[in-house]
């Protein structure tokens, strides 16, 4: 079955945007010819889900869809149709449920806060890639919201960059 991975980056306080979204602190460990294994993990995917805040921040950075090789999926009540390549869907649950019934590599899921939250709670998050950023946001969207289930974990690896960032992988324990 296809697998769903988290794959983001949170400060060490566990927030992955202030307040007003502003991901600017992601720079900070910006260098040149270093992608922390983002293109290695584009390479075992071939779909994408997005919450639509998400979405939205994305298109304000790069001024369209990225990813045109990839599936693309954004899960939003609000929002329906397609965008360029990205597709809305309302229902994370029922998507990532249609999704891995479906032949193709694995899911990328990329947040934001509420959808890892829901995703979580119906324990459909299969690994959890998560990068962090050496620095304190102090306050913001955590990336980790109260009321999740409990879920054990498997230490897959970690890696240390020279910039401070410290990737870190599990495996989530299906009971």
Same mark, same amino acid.
């Given at each position: ?43 075992? !995917?071939?779909? #994408? %889900? ?8 994305? /298109?304000?950075? &790069? *001024? ?64 959890? !890639?998560?990068? #962090? %950023? ?8 955590? /990336?980790?919201? &109260? *009321? ?28």
């Amino acid at each position: 079955m296809r697998k769903v991975i988290l794959f983001i980056a949170m400060s060490v306080d566990g927030y992955i945007a202030k307040s007003d979204d502003n991901l600017d602190f992601l720079q900070m460990v910006e260098r040149p010819n270093e992608d922390y294994g983002y293109a290695d993990h584009l390479n075992n !995917i071939d779909t #994408i %889900i997005w919450g639509r805040r998400t979405f939205d921040k994305i /298109l304000k950075m &790069e *001024g369209k869809v990225p990813h045109v090789d990839k599936k693309i999926f954004v899960v939003s009540k609000s929002e329906t149709g397609k965008r360029e390549h990205a597709e809305y869907h309302p229902d994370a649950v029922g998507l990532v449920h249609y999704l891995q019934s479906q032949p193709g590599k694995d899911i990328y899921c990329d947040g934001g806060a509420q959808l890892v939250t829901e995703l979580l709670r119906h324990q459909l998050i299969d690994r959890l !890639i998560i990068s #962090i %950023i050496p620095h304190l946001l102090g306050d913001g969207i955590r /990336l980790f919201k &109260e *009321g999740n289930l409990e879920q054990k974990l498997i230490f897959k690896r970690s890696i240390t960059y020279p910039s401070g960032l410290v990737q870190v992988w599990y495996d989530v324990k299906k009971e």
